[in-house]
């Protein structure tokens, strides 16, 4: 049987200030999408102790957006449109920039307070070139809505598309499918050739794939057609099944921008350091534009 794994990647250690360590998985050199996915961070398992969190200050986005989804914990968003959302495990939190939008990310005082347990993974998509410039929202999606099934030791939640006959009620502007996956120890799951561009990501745990190992921080891109028959290790696995449609042509990525065209972010650049984005109500704090 042919390998299914096209690409391997692992994620490397990045910094996001204050010794706030995650997993960077995408882009990489390797790879700069797997369908419209341009940028995949994994944080955690980490135990938060008490008067730690997240301390992630208000800062800009355009042409894309952001997809935050936790197995454990919780995240405070606010943004430039008067949003103030918790997220708690199992829901989604999807932010549309479109033509420019500014959020923070915290950790609420009560979980500051008590220290708490924090796993999770957030990723930015790609905007469509026709909806590059859309006007910036956001949705806050429950867990309840989202379509939960089980097969074989394997628990499925899809949080962005539409995957085995079922769709998710999130806003996206693409062919996508993002699905969180829990394995018990041995169960086995096949990831069907339903999409073009195809990866899988390790959270937690391990599985095997033929005679091949995928372990944390491994995001396996598969090759087209082929079906991946994915077995968990001893110890179980939490898996993020992704992909979609592949994009309509390269994007480029500075900072928090992301744009078709190189023009658009030196724009998007202007406007932060001239401060012609709006504000994040009840949270003032200015990040300057980085030297590069």
Do not use: C
């Not at 910036?136 to 628990?155: D, I, K, N």
């Not at 993002?178 to 169960?187: D, E, I, K, R, S």
């Amino acid at each position: 049987m042919a390998d299914p794994i096209e690409l391997l990647i692992q994620g490397r250690a990045h910094d996001l200030g204050g010794g706030f360590a995650v997993r960077r998985v995408l882009p990489s050199v390797k790879r700069r999408m797997v369908g419209p996915f341009v940028f995949l961070d994994h944080f955690g398992p980490m135990d938060v102790p008490p008067g730690g969190g997240m301390e992630v200050r208000p800062h800009p986005h355009i042409g894309l957006a952001t997809v935050t989804y936790l197995f454990e914990g919780g995240i405070f968003h606010r943004d430039s449109l008067g949003f103030a959302q918790p997220i708690k495990p199992g829901d989604v939190n999807w932010m549309t920039a479109g033509r420019g939008i500014v959020h923070s990310e915290r950790t609420e005082p009560e979980m500051r307070r008590t220290g708490f347990r924090l796993h999770g993974v957030q990723t930015w998509v790609a905007l469509p070139k026709e909806h590059e410039e859309t006007a910036p929202a956001f949705e806050h999606v429950e867990v309840a809505r989202l379509p939960s099934w089980q097969e074989r030791g394997a628990t499925f939640r899809l949080i962005v598309g539409s995957y085995a006959g079922r769709t998710a009620p999130t806003t996206h502007f693409s062919p996508i499918f993002y699905v969180g996956t829990v394995l018990m120890a041995g169960a086995g799951i096949a990831v069907s050739p339903e999409y073009a561009e195809r990866a899988v990501y390790v959270a937690d745990g391990s599985v095997m794939t033929g005679d091949r190992a995928l372990v944390v921080g491994d995001l396996a891109v598969l090759a087209p057609g082929t079906t991946a028959d994915l077995v968990a290790g001893a110890g179980g696995a939490k898996l993020m099944l992704l992909g979609g449609a592949a994009m309509d042509g390269p994007r480029h990525i500075w900072w928090n921008f992301v744009s078709s065209t190189k023009d658009r972010i030196e724009k998007a650049k202007a406007d932060w350091r001239d401060r012609r984005f709006a504000e994040v109500p009840g949270d003032p704090e200015f990040i300057p534009l980085p030297d590069r």
